[in-house]
């Protein structure tokens, strides 16, 4: 196959498992000399899976990615650089513990192009022997940007560039790329933003499933047309609003968040949870999610903005100190709640023994009276009661939040309490977590899936670069409506030029 | 001048440690002196080189419990060979040594990148090989150092007061490690230590480092075998204290267990004074079991201390 000028790469029909999962069934990506494409998908897509492949990171089960008509049969990260690809990634691929001399001569970066870029990207002061690790994360990602540039690679790949920039620096790098791309290079731009793909990229690749499904040039009004690539067949076919809490569950305020802002990434979020309610949080990857969480749990302190459970002014110093004040938080990875070599029983008697402030004697009957309670109502699979790790993933998920319905909670965090787990599963962690709110509880509910939002909670709180831009009612958050909240598009609002 | 001192302040306490710790050695032997220093650096030695092969594996991220036992068998390994050999003979089997040390390292490399067995396990299990390796090659102490060996060890050189032993140390360490230092290997053994991933993604190969790394553990390991045998003309078969101790002065020295942290110079300083410690406490005649007390309790104290000042710089900074 002849490949037109200036074709700089070309994946076409990429595809990998991991075990049983297919992670990339189709996936395929051109781009030319002096284009900014942007590669958009929804959580699950299979992006950042692309993106392993297309820098070396992962070998593709099949399909061929070609850098300026070569086939390339990467092995690794070293390997992609040498044929002309270099990426940005998301986190910072600096050693913190070395000088910046020193992460220079390790990828073998010219020092003068490189103090060349730093100076074009606005970055002021910067000395080579500052310690990486003692450098703000925002000057980081300018100088693995600068560290890409100065290698004059024929594409790049910016993966999440400016998640973590100040406004004046995101002005900055964005013309420098378009500048790049102007005068002949090639970039691939990820970005939750749809103002900077507006701003400065030429075409969207949209991926859904493992599968390039779109191929779109950026114009007025793509971003609709982007989000219905992105959702595909799901659209409007989600079931209906549990809605039953929600009646009952207004005005009756039990956590309040006023102004909140936390690490580099929340910013200024406020939120009721009431009484008997589960509040669904919806946001993309990487939006504040997890600094919130972590704030509510008593992992990180607020930097800004005030938590009052009941009218009451809430600081944690500890998570100790959440758990008193009755917040429990269930967080994302099942590992990090659960003993893993213990039995379901013990996982489950937990909370029930290690309240603070309870020592003495354990009430073994009761506690065997309520363990067993719990395992019927959750239909947690009986056969492999002695150790936890050998449950499936959901059932363990299932004794994560099971335990709190043993034992009682308030206020439940679940941080994506789904990811990973088959539909049937799915369906009883929904059940679990309405029953919880039925006796009392307030549930926070994130979900990287939208799709969950109706069937699982009241209302839902929509994040975006830190702010909540939207707080919808279940019934009416249908997944196009919360997907374009998720990428900051107000349905009012017009589409940035 | 002020970034230099807080880069390697760690360092310049290590030293003023050592100073202070020789004061207190002349209050308390009036008549130390050169030949004070002199068995000193000659005992001091062996426990040198095994620090500096804990040193780099640990900046590297990892440990090797193996250090004493690689040790043993370069030991014995050359006491058997040079039993009876001739001078000229020595040079090529010292080269010899080296190069089964060197071996032997990148082997327990190799093995903890390969399969994936945490290295703890891999060099706690190659303890006991190594081990039983040194007393297939020597069942009791023997053999034989070829004495003009000895002489590079025993006593002073140039002036009266500067030990050859401790002339060796800084020839060896700085022909073998500055190249190194300075060189791609040197910064990936950092790099490695310091974020593995962030390593990957600048497009280190992190399984050829990380086997590097171990390889100069066991030549470094091996140069501390020979030490041993040359300053004791004979092979022992039986590794000494020397893992332990590698461990406490890598650690006093600034090179934080996880990786990434520290160098040479803070380790075979503190390897010094943990040496010269154990000797004042000696001419103080305390009780030998009180003196571990008291090499436990520095080791604390002085670690405790640096993050303490750490932490403090760290606040001023971000202030």
């Keep these: 196959m002849v490949e037109p000028e200036g074709r700089l790469l070309d994946a076409q029909g990429v595809s990998k498992r991991f075990g049983a999962v297919v992670a990339l069934k189709d996936a395929s990506l051109t781009i030319d000399r002096g284009e900014i494409v942007a590669l958009m998908g929804a959580n699950g897509a299979g992006k950042s899976t692309f993106v392993k492949i297309l820098t070396g990171a992962l070998k593709a089960d099949t399909g061929h990615v070609r850098i300026r008509g070569e086939e390339r049969r990467v092995g690794s990260p070293a390997e992609a650089r040498r044929s002309g690809l270099v990426p940005v990634y998301q986190e910072p691929s600096l050693i913190p513990d070395l000088d910046v ?80 791309a102007d005068a002949g290079q090639a970039v691939i731009y990820i970005s939750h933003r749809f103002s900077e793909i507006a701003e400065i990229c030429d075409r969207a690749t949209v991926l859904r499933d493992g599968q390039t499904v779109g191929d779109l040039p950026i114009e007025a009004g793509v971003e609709e047309k982007v989000v ?43 939120l009721d949870l009431h009484r008997g309610e589960v509040l669904g949080v919806v946001a993309l990857e990487g939006q504040g999610q997890d600094e919130l969480f972590d704030v509510l749990a008593g992992m990180i302190r607020p930097t800004g903005g005030a938590v009052e459970l009941e009218g009451t002014p809430l600081s944690f110093s500890h998570p100790a100190d959440a758990i008193k004040a009755g917040m429990t938080f269930v967080p994302g990875d099942r590992a990090d709640g659960l003993l893993m070599e213990r039995s379901v029983r013990e996982n489950l008697a937990l909370p029930l023994l290690a309240r603070p402030g309870k020592w003495g004697a354990i009430r073994m009957r009761e506690e065997a009276r309520r363990v067993d309670d719990a395992v019927d109502r959750m239909q947690i699979d009986r056969r492999a009661m002695g150790e936890v790790q050998r449950l499936s993933g959901g059932n363990q998920q299932k004794v994560t939040i099971g335990r709190w319905l043993a034992s009682g909670v308030d206020i439940l965090l679940l941080f994506d309490p789904t990811r990973g787990i088959d539909v049937r599963t799915k369906r009883q962690i929904y059940l679990l977590v309405r029953e919880l709110a039925e006796q009392g509880a307030s549930v926070l509910y994130y979900t990287s899936e939208l799709a969950e ?45 | 001048m002020n970034r230099l001192i807080a880069k390697n302040g760690w360092v310049l306490g290590l030293v003023a440690l050592l100073v202070a710790l020789f004061v207190l050695t002349r209050f308390i032997q009036p008549n130390f002196g050169a030949s004070g220093l002199e068995s000193l650096a000659r005992a001091t030695l062996p426990f040198a080189f095994a620090t500096a ?98 002489e590079m060890i025993v006593g002073t050189v140039i002036f009266p007061w500067l030990p050859k032993a401790f002339v060796v140390l800084v020839i060896a360490l700085a022909v073998i490690w500055v190249p190194i230092r300075r060189s791609k290997l040197g910064l990936s053994i950092y790099a490695i230590g310091s974020d593995e991933r962030a390593a990957y993604r600048s497009g280190i190969a992190i399984g050829r480092t990380r086997i590097a790394a171990y390889a100069i553990c066991g030549l470094f390991a091996a140069m501390g075998g020979l030490a041993l045998t040359f300053s004791t003309g004979n092979g022992e078969p039986i590794p000494g204290p020397y893992l332990m101790a590698s461990v406490a002065a890598v650690v006093l020295g600034g090179v934080v267990l996880g990786g990434g942290k520290g160098a040479l110079l803070g380790p075979i300083i503190a390897v010094f004074i943990l040496r010269l410690v154990r000797m004042d406490l000696t001419l103080l005649s305390v009780d030998p079991n009180v003196t571990t007390i008291v090499e436990g309790s520095i080791m604390v104290a002085v670690v405790m201390l640096g993050g303490i000042l750490a932490v403090r710089a760290g606040r001023v900074k971000t202030a």
């Design chain 1, 101 to 180: 001399a020193d992460n220079l001569r390790l990828g073998g970066t010219p020092v003068e192009a490189f103090q060349h870029w730093v100076a074009e990207l606005g970055i002021e002061g910067l000395r080579l022997d500052d310690m990486i690790g003692q450098l703000p994360l925002a000057t980081l990602r300018i100088l693995d940007l600068a560290r890409a540039l100065a290698a004059e690679p024929d594409v790049l790949l910016l993966d999440e560039m400016t998640a973590a920039l100040p406004t004046d620096l995101v002005e900055k790098v964005l013309k420098t790329v378009r500048k790049q």
């Design chain 1, 228 to 270: 219905e690539l992105m959702l595909g067949a799901a659209l409007g076919d989600g079931p209906t609003a549990a809605g039953a809490g929600a009646a009952t569950a207004q005005a009756n305020t039990r956590l309040r968040v006023k102004n909140l802002s936390a690490g580099t990434k929340l910013a200024d979020v406020s």
């Design chain 1, 453 to 497: 939002v109706p069937a699982a909670c009241d209302r839902a709180a929509v994040i975006f670069n830190g702010r909540l831009v939207d707080v919808v009612e279940a019934a009416d958050a249908d997944e196009q409506t919360l997907m374009r909240a998720a990428y900051g598009l107000s349905a009012a609002e017009a589409v940035p030029a």
């Design chain 2, 53 to 150: 092969a804990m040193a780099v594996v640990v900046i590297a991220g990892g440990i090797d419990l193996s250090v004493a036992s690689m040790m043993a068998v370069a030991g014995v390994t050359a006491a058997v060979l040079m039993d009876g050999a001739s001078d000229a003979m020595a040079v090529p089997l010292v080269l010899l040594v080296l190069g089964i040390g060197v071996a032997m390292g990148a082997l327990n490399g190799a093995l903890i990148v390969v399969t994936r067995v945490p290295d703890i396990v891999v060099t706690l299990a190659m303890l006991f090989v190594w081990e039983g390796v040194a007393l297939l090659i020597l069942k009791a102490p023997g053999g034989a150092a070829v004495p003009w060996l000895r």
